[in-house]
């Protein structure tokens, strides 16, 4: 039976199975069959997107488009999810030896030739990447020095226009603390509701503006709260009376959600354990490309461990490798322990809760703090309207510690920074 068959078969009944697809390398040039190849980047799709990847799913998916006998046909090859992951290894193995047919006759053509013996030396080695097509492609020293090199001349012409950065949206702070990069890990710590979520959606909304794509895992709410809340910064408006708010305020807010349909964000809500977010990313990795990912917030991601500090060294020491998976920005929110507020003094990175490997892996620590009095003197209580806050950059590996002073609207849940 037609191991394409079986393997599309498995994962319209295992969708655990695309994610170790695409873990092991998998790609859609790999079917032969066009219609299996419109199946398969169409299971992809749902499973990146969080949609059911069921026979039913898929079938409304594609609509017209749905070459529907190859779709029984697939299900009807499918016993088990066991021969999926045999069928997956014989696919993967048959595009290889496909790929390695003309590449051999390449060599034999050099060889025919007369070609140097180092061109056909060099030919032959890069067979090896077909026979293997998991292995990690290292960089030479040269292309990483020639790399580097680009980017320095870049940066000394200021023709940076094309580079990918991600920024807070608060100016000063931005040019205080130096963009954040695409390989950087950062955690953004504060005290319970204290708006380190609020933030990081505004650190969200700010950079699709910009033009980068976005993706939310959101631990702690939903997915509509998420949306909602971006458009409510973005129009100024009071969600929880919005029914009281002036009709243009009221509009404005619809306008906003509409241009979110149309913006490159993705909101996770079902993904909690650390394997599912792992998973996700693997495919996000190779379909949506986020520039910015966010994971609000570390102590809610679930994890096998014994204690609070070995289970956030676990979680932390993940995110590592899981930045390298997805190759963008990633921001975890976490929580600060009660130090700093008990003594009302500015945070640390020693006040992030069961800190240890957490301040130790971030390449960027960013803390949001709120003190107990405002710059009037005043008690900053739970019934004020506008609260003063401040946000540190208290670590940069690559780069200067920075400051700012933030006004935060509670009515809007949106942070302005105060002039200077």
Not at 26 to 35: M, P, S
Not at 202 to 220: D, K, P
Not at 298 to 321: H, Q, T
Not at 324 to 332: D, Q, V
């Amino acid at each position: 039976m037609n191991h394409e068959q079986i393997f599309i078969g498995s994962c319209l009944l295992e969708p655990t199975l695309i994610d170790w697809a695409v873990q092991e390398g998998l790609k859609a040039d790999a079917f032969e069959a066009a219609d299996r190849r419109r199946l398969w980047l169409c299971l992809l799709d749902n499973r990146t997107n969080g949609k059911l990847t069921d026979l039913q799913s898929i079938y409304l998916e594609l609509g017209n488009d749905c070459p529907a006998d190859e779709l029984f046909a697939c299900e009807k090859a499918a016993p088990t999810q066991i021969n999926g992951k045999k069928a997956l290894s014989a696919l993967l193995d048959a595009h290889s030896l496909s790929q390695l047919r003309p590449a051999l006759n390449s060599v034999l053509s050099q060889i025919d030739d007369g070609q140097p013996i180092e061109a056909v030396k060099a030919s032959v080695d890069a067979l090896e990447s077909l026979l293997r097509p998991n292995r990690v492609e290292e960089h030479t020293l040269p292309e990483t020095v020639d790399n580097a090199l680009e980017w320095a001349a870049n940066q000394i012409s200021g023709n940076i226009g094309e580079e990918k950065v991600v920024l807070t949206g608060f100016k000063d702070f931005d040019d205080k603390a130096t963009p954040i990069q695409m390989h950087e890990y950062v955690v953004l710590g504060a005290r319970t509701s204290t708006g380190k979520s609020s933030l990081s959606n505004q650190i969200a909304s700010y950079n699709l503006n910009r033009g980068l794509r976005v993706v939310i895992f959101t631990l702690e709410t939903s997915a509509r709260a998420v949306v909602l809340q971006i458009a409510a910064q973005r129009a100024d408006a009071n969600l929880r009376l919005l029914r009281n708010e002036m009709p243009d305020r009221q509009e404005r807010l619809k306008r906003e959600l509409e241009k979110i349909r149309n913006q490159p964000l993705l909101v996770f809500e079902k993904d909690l354990s650390l394997e599912q977010i792992e998973a996700r990313c693997r495919l996000l990795a190779v379909s949506f490309k986020p520039h910015l990912v966010i994971l609000d917030y570390l102590g809610l991601v679930r994890v096998k461990a014994d204690g609070g500090y070995e289970r956030m060294s676990k979680i932390s020491k993940a995110m590592i490798p899981l930045k390298k998976t997805i190759g963008c920005t990633l921001l975890a929110d976490a929580q600060l322990n009660r130090g700093n507020e008990k003594d009302d003094r500015p945070p640390t990175r020693t006040d992030l809760r069961d800190s240890g490997s957490v301040e130790e892996d971030a390449h960027r620590i960013l803390l949001l703090h709120r003190p107990q009095k405002d710059d009037a003197g005043m008690v900053q209580g739970y019934d004020r309207a506008i609260y003063d806050c401040e946000l540190y950059q208290v670590k940069n590996r690559d780069g200067p510690l920075a400051q700012t002073r933030l006004d935060f609207f509670s009515g809007h849940t949106k942070f302005v920074e105060k002039k200077s």
